[in-house]
Nanobody, 129 residues
Framework: QVQLVESGGGLVQAGGSLRLSCAASGRTFNSMIMAWFRQAPGKEREFVAVMSRGATTTVYADSVKGQFTVSRDNAKNTVYLQLNSLKPEDAAVYYC??????????????????????WGQGTQVTVAS
């Protein structure tokens, strides 16, 4: 069983930055594709970013390209999401997700929640305007 624990959320002023972390345990970290999703109040959870096992491939949602950066440290079993130039519409609960079964981070399914068997509890990001 895989455990994912997110941290780093909080309250930030518009234009500010945050770095989210997701620590994984229970399975060889570099065997898993890691992704971030977010869910704003009253909205469905949406894909944000995904990174391949070896950190060579990243895919972002169009809405966050150039603004967010995903990275991972396989030695620390941790994936990160750097959030820059935050806007009120970026406020959401951010979830880390992991998949050992996905073939590739740039596959069509990598943006689908159903492709991920493991999820963290989420971390709240609030952006004050």
């Amino acid at each position: 069983q895989v455990q994912l624990v997110e941290s780093g959320g909080g309250l930030v002023q518009a234009g500010g930055s945050l770095r989210l972390s997701c620590a994984a345990s229970g399975r060889t970290f570099n065997s898993m594709i890691m992704a971030w999703f977010r869910q704003a109040p009253g909205k469905e959870r949406e894909f944000v970013a995904v990174m391949s096992r070896g950190a060579t491939t990243t895919v972002y949602a169009d809405s966050v390209k150039g603004q967010f950066t995903v990275s991972r440290d396989n030695a620390k079993n941790t994936v990160y999401l750097q959030l820059n130039s935050l806007k009120p519409e970026d406020a959401a609960v951010y979830y880390c997700a992991a998949s050992a079964a996905l073939g590739a981070a740039n596959s069509r399914n990598a943006k689908n929640q159903s492709a991920y068997a493991y999820w963290g509890q989420g971390t709240q990001v609030t952006v004050a305007s």
